[in-house]
């Protein structure tokens, strides 16, 4: 299974900060992690960046048991 990591609004909305997922793209990750989490959480996938193993990805990228998919929403400041 692939390690799940979440920040900022992402960690928000599901309660925690890492979580095994399985799946082999980053989609089925992500959807794995929206059917566990909710709509909430799906709501900020749909606006956010994602990353495997520190690389920007697309959902149809290939994702390996031990990789790790980063769900980075964007961030304001200034």
Same mark, same amino acid.
């Given at each position: 299974?692939? %390690?799940?990591?979440?920040?900022?609004?992402?960690?928000?909305?599901?309660?925690?900060?890492?979580?095994?997922?399985? $799946?082999? %793209?980053?989609?089925?990750?992500?959807?794995?992690? =929206? !059917?566990?989490?909710?709509?909430?959480?799906?709501?900020?996938?749909?606006? %956010?960046r994602v990353w495997v193993n520190g690389e920007s990805a697309t959902s149809e990228a290939l994702?390996?048991?031990? !990789? =790790?998919?980063?769900?980075?929403?964007?961030? %304001? $400041?200034?």
């Amino acid at each position: 299974m692939a %390690s799940l990591r979440l920040f900022g609004p992402a960690r928000e909305a599901a309660g925690v900060a890492r979580a095994e997922m399985p $799946g082999r %793209s980053v989609a089925e990750v992500l959807g794995a992690a =929206e !059917d566990r989490y909710g709509p909430a959480f799906a709501k900020v996938v749909a606006i %956010s960046r994602v990353w495997v193993n520190g690389e920007s990805a697309t959902s149809e990228a290939l994702v390996a048991d031990q !990789d =790790e998919v980063a769900v980075v929403p964007p961030v %304001s $400041g200034g």
